[in-house]
């Protein structure tokens, strides 16, 4: 799950990372009142779940609080990469002498968590790996051990050699790994982490994603999850455990199974047509998550055909079909609908469905051919 | 042969009294897998259709000298439930339960690692050796014994695979399906070495996914150290960037991870990649000269 900006910055300062104060608003009037509050230079920030704000203007610098109010007016509302913008961060801009990265992710290779630390801070840190991956120094982290006091500072003494700066970002690159454990992140960094001018270290970005698997222990990381950041299908699905992702094409799709939904959208571009989505209903199949995966699909306007392509093993078909069959006495779904259902219970599932006037495929080649062709002459 | 599983391995479900767990276990018994105890802690000393309870893994193992533990247990408690089983003294751990932290299965890695355990998934079907035993939760019928290894990331688009196979008339050394979560016990790697050994095993067929560089791995693997051909298929061509695809190891994150890499690696190690899973068993035949 990805966290705000702001909210990784209250997660990091309650581990005792040194945060420039820091308030979020919703309104232009409060930003200006905040600016008031710091009364010096100020940075305006779009709170969205996408990178690249800075870059699509939602990053700016005030020097007066009436600027800071102008700012907000006109980055709240503001739409980033599809995203609304519903809340700005006001927060005290410090002065710049040097800016570093330093970073936590879980490693997939190594099979524990990673640090990364660069002196190539304040840039996307994907772009130092790409072009000059000799300026990031890596350090794996034993996942029992955690991290040591002689590691933050070894760490620390790569980014800066003054001994008592080394000190203090020695105490961030700890608390940051309290804070990456502590929330179950799967990554946590600050990008960049600043030392002013007189030698004071700051972190002035922060971003943690978190594990998903581990937000049954972290009820108010949980609690962080913006309504607002999710559509309402998207919500729907997740609510209902269905795996749920928007694209561009007609033919929709239904699948058990991520690899095998993958497969499904990539076989039906390979007979020509795109797929509208990608759904994996996951392990178990109530008539009620038929009838929301259905209803999703449908909600599509792009939507010309559906594809349901199941392959029971712990899922069973028999179930599969009960809920499709509820899920059409419900409602029609008035569109032409193609069924794919082999493996653990099949034969009952087609003599469930036999009475209604489906059509039905052996293979998954033959339910994407018919499918594809479908959604061609709706078109 | 087969690799991992065979019908000397002896059994211990872990959750074996829960939904899953039961339905499974009744399933595996069926195919014939050799099932020689359960355990659900609370429950010791009572016996499902004739299958001894334990309180704890360490118990059941002893006493019944099981040598490999399968883990059905909730999200929750999963990650404790399977660094018990790596602790019990079984040799083979498959992690079936999904959900699981992942910085706990980095430590229940390790200690896999320390004591030399085998540990499958978290997040996975399992392993099947046809005719032999299965131990995990795909459907028996489709498989049939034969000299195809099959090493997957995902659960139905093996199945999917097999039927493929099946189909066809070939049947299967050993099926796996390692898991689709960042971080899991036996790799690509490790699932290659042991088919390559293997004396059963012809064939390999290889199905990955986007997300991370097990396949660009197991490329310069097969490349440097196969004799076996091996042919693959990488679900997700058309995924987009940045979406997590349903596992959580399933993503292509910073432009890397992406199926045109990972066909790239393959083909260049000499490995046919099919444009879909009915094209495999065609591959599989002209790779062996039939």
Avoid at chain 1, 146 to 157: F, T
Wanted: proline share 5%; net charge negative; charged share 25%.
């Amino acid at each position: 799950m990805k966290i705000h900006e702001y909210q990784a910055r209250e997660i990091l300062s309650g581990y005792g990372v040194p945060i420039p104060h820091f308030e979020v608003v919703d309104d232009s009037s409060d930003a200006r009142r905040v600016a008031e509050g710091i009364g010096s230079m100020v940075v305006v920030k779009a709170q969205v779940h996408v990178g690249g704000r800075g870059k699509a203007g939602g990053v700016k610098l005030a020097q007066t609080p009436g600027e800071a109010e102008a700012h907000a007016s006109a980055i709240l509302g503001m739409d980033i990469k599809g995203l609304k913008v519903e809340k700005v961060m006001v927060a005290d801009a410090v002065d710049i002498d040097r800016e570093y990265y330093v970073g936590i992710v879980v490693d997939r290779a190594s099979k524990r968590p990673v640090y990364m630390v660069s002196v190539a801070g304040g840039v996307d840190i994907e772009e130092v790996a790409a072009t000059t991956p000799e300026r990031i120094h890596k350090h794996p982290v034993d996942p029992e051990d955690g991290l040591s006091l002689a590691d933050a500072q070894e760490l620390a003494e790569k980014l800066d050699t003054r001994p008592h700066v080394a000190r203090d970002i020695a105490v961030v690159v700890e608390k940051l790994y309290e804070a990456f454990i502590g929330s179950d992140a799967s990554l946590a960094e600050i990008n960049p982490l600043v030392v002013t001018p007189d030698e004071q270290v700051w972190a002035v970005d922060a971003k943690i994603n978190i594990d998903d698997n581990a937000l049954f222990r972290h009820p108010d990381i949980e609690a962080m999850r913006d309504p607002s950041s999710e559509t309402d299908e998207l919500r729907r699905a997740r609510e209902m455990g269905l795996s749920y992702i928007k694209l561009e094409g007609d033919v929709g799709c239904i699948v058990n199974g991520a690899g095998l939904a993958m497969t499904t959208m990539d076989v039906i571009k390979y007979y020509g047509g795109e797929p509208a989505n990608f759904l994996d209903i996951g392990g178990s199949s109530s008539p009620e998550k038929m009838q929301t995966a259905i209803d999703i699909i449908t909600g599509d306007p792009n939507v010309k055909s559906i594809l349901l392509n199941i392959f029971g093993g712990i899922t069973r078909c028999d179930d599969v079909a009960r809920g499709l069959v509820a899920a059409l006495r419900e409602r029609p779904v008035g569109l032409p609908l193609v069924v794919r259902l082999t493996g653990t219970n099949a034969e009952n599932a087609m003599r469930i469905l036999a009475e209604h006037e489906l059509e039905s495929a052996e293979t998954m080649d033959e339910a994407v051919e018919k499918a594809v062709e479908l959604a061609r002459r709706q078109a | 042969m087969s690799i991992f599983l065979d019908e000397t391995t002896r059994v211990c479900v872990q959750g074996i009294t829960g939904r899953d767990g039961s339905f499974h276990t009744r399933a595996m018994v069926e195919y014939g897998t050799n099932v020689v105890s359960g355990v659900t802690p609370g429950k010791g000393g009572q016996e499902m259709d004739g299958i001894p309870i334990f309180n704890t893994v360490g118990e059941a193992v002893n006493t019944t000298e099981a040598n490999a533990t399968i883990v059905f247990v909730p999200a929750k408690f999963a990650a404790g439930a399977a660094m018990e089983a790596v602790e019990s003294g079984a040799k083979l751990v498959v992690f079936v339960s999904e959900g699981v932290p992942t910085l706990d299965v980095a430590k229940i890695y390790k200690r896999t690692k320390e004591l030399d355990v085998r540990m499958i998934g978290p997040n996975c079907p399992g392993i099947i050796s046809p005719g032999k035993s299965k131990l995990g939760i795909m459907p028996g019928f489709i498989h049939s014994q034969g000299g195809i290894g099959v090493v997957s990331r995902s659960g139905t688009l093996t199945y999917e695979v097999v039927d493929c196979l099946r189909r066809s008339g070939m049947g299967q050394s050993s099926v796996i399906g390692i898991g689709g979560d960042p971080i899991i016990g036996t790799s690509f790697i490790d699932t290659l070495e042991a088919f390559e050994k293997d004396n059963e095993t012809e064939a390999v067929v290889l199905i990955g996914e986007i997300g991370g560089t097990d396949e660009e791995q197991a490329a310069e693997f097969i490349r440097a150290r196969m004799t076996k051909p091996v042919v693959s298929f990488i679900a997700g061509r058309t995924a987009p960037p940045g979406k997590r695809m349903g596992h959580a190891g399933a993503i292509i994150a910073g432009g890397k991870g992406t199926a045109q890499e990972k066909m790239e690696a393959l083909a260049a190690a000499g490995v046919p990649v099919a444009d879909r899973p009915s094209e495999i068993p065609g591959l599989l035949k002209t790779a062996l000269g039939r």
